[in-house]
């Protein structure tokens, strides 16, 4: 209730009785609660003729188009990079793919089968069979 806890509720009370006495105290909160529900019911009525006027409605109305048309752009921009960084995604995943396709296929280049020449082995099938 209007920000205060039980405890300062408490000592208000406290103080409250202390000043106004006991016999008069019942009295008083009456008055205040009669008050508060008063500020509270005036309070209420004003909020209620603000949101009906008719100058109030069309700035709301002005600064819900405005607050869409600035999300808009952003949701725009949003997509395009989240877009781009799927085609470049694609793309990076495309050459490390070829990358090595193309480093298994010379590793397998390298590593054939030895060569049988006139009966021998070669240790590098690479190089010719006299520096062998």
Do not use: C
Not at 23 to 44: H, N
């Amino acid at each position: 209730m209007f920000g205060m806890g039980w405890g300062e509720i408490l000592v208000i009370g406290i103080i409250a009785m202390i000043l106004i006495g006991p016999k008069q105290l019942p009295g008083v909160v009456k008055q205040v609660a009669k008050l508060v529900k008063e500020l509270s019911k005036a309070r209420e009525e004003w909020m209620q003729a603000i949101r009906s006027d008719k100058s109030v409605q069309e700035i709301q109305r002005s600064f819900n188009e405005i607050n869409e048309s600035a999300r808009d752009p952003m949701k725009m921009t949003r997509e395009e990079v989240e877009r781009e960084a799927k085609k470049l995604s694609d793309a990076i995943e495309k050459a490390v793919e070829e990358k090595t396709i193309s480093e298994t296929t010379e590793v397998y280049a390298k590593h054939e089968s030895p060569e049988v020449t006139t009966g021998k082995i070669r240790k590098n099938p690479n190089k010719p069979e006299d520096e062998a």
